[in-house]
Nanobody, 114 residues
Framework: QVQLAESGGGLVQPGGSLRLSCAAAGSIFNYNIMGWYRQALGKERELVATIGQDFSSKYADSVKGRFTISKENAKNTVFLQMNSLKPEDTAVYYC????????WGHGTLVTVSS
């Protein structure tokens, strides 16, 4: 069973940046659309960004222009570069296929606060 491991979260001040990574134990990136999701406390999990097999990307309106999704197929890793972070970006961030088809990893917590 493919496992996902997210990392790179932390505490950052508003306006700051973080780069999240998601490593997969298995070659899933070549054959699936990959996505970053997030779940804030008390809210449902939402899709933030996706990257296709052709490296095309899409973003939720709330992060467009601030976040960039990328991937390295050879390393089975997908990234999320987050700039100009806002307090409302605070959440646990997860990666998965889109639509989600793999057991969720533990996620990585991003806290944006002064």
């Amino acid at each position: 069973q493919v496992q996902l491991a997210e990392s790179g979260g932390g505490l950052v001040q508003p306006g700051g940046s973080l780069r999240l990574s998601c490593a997969a134990a298995g070659s899933i990136f070549n054959y699936n659309i990959m996505g970053w999701y997030r779940q804030a406390l008390g809210k449902e999990r939402e899709l933030v960004a996706t990257i296709g097999q052709d490296f095309s990307s899409k973003y939720a309106d709330s992060v467009k222009g601030r976040f960039t999704i990328s991937k390295e197929n050879a390393k089975n890793t997908v990234f999320l570069q987050m700039n100009s972070l806002k307090p409302e970006d605070t959440a646990v961030y997860y990666c998965n296929t889109n639509p989600a088809s793999i057991s969720w990893g533990h996620g990585t917590l991003v806290t944006v606060s002064s």
